[in-house]
C-alpha cells in the first residue's frame, strides 16, 4: 500500500524534473543561438577590417615602390657620373642657321 500511495507523488516530482530540465535545455539553447549569432557579426566586421587592412597594404606597397624606384634612379645617377646642378644657363643662337660655312 505504501508503494501505490508514493507512486503519484513521484509521478509529479518526475514531470517537475523533466519540465525544468526542458526549461534549462531551452535556455542553453537560446544563448548558445545568441552566442553564435554574435560571433557572426564579429567575423563579418573583422572581415570588413581585413579587405580594408589588405587595400592599404596594397597602397603602401606601391607607394615604397615608388620611393625605392626613386631612391634607386639617384644611386644610378650619381654611378654614371651625373650631378645635381645648381643653375641652368643657355646658349643663345643669334642666326637660325645650324651649322655654316666660315669663309677662310
Request: aromatic share 8%.
Amino acid at each position: 500500500m505504501n508503494i501505490l500511495l508514493s507512486f503519484p507523488y513521484q509521478s509529479k516530482l518526475v514531470w517537475a524534473a523533466t519540465i525544468l530540465l526542458i526549461g534549462l535545455l531551452l535556455a542553453l539553447y537560446i544563448v548558445q543561438v545568441n552566442l553564435i549569432t554574435g560571433s557572426a557579426y564579429n567575423i563579418s566586421s573583422l572581415e570588413g577590417q581585413l579587405k580594408e587592412f589588405r587595400e592599404s597594404n596594397k597602397s603602401l606597397e606601391r607607394t615604397y615602390m615608388q620611393a625605392i624606384q626613386l631612391r634607386n634612379m639617384d644611386e644610378m645617377a650619381s654611378l654614371m657620373g651625373f650631378e645635381k646642378i645648381s643653375s641652368v644657363s643657355y646658349i643663345r643662337v643669334i642666326d637660325s642657321a645650324v651649322a655654316q660655312n666660315l669663309p677662310e
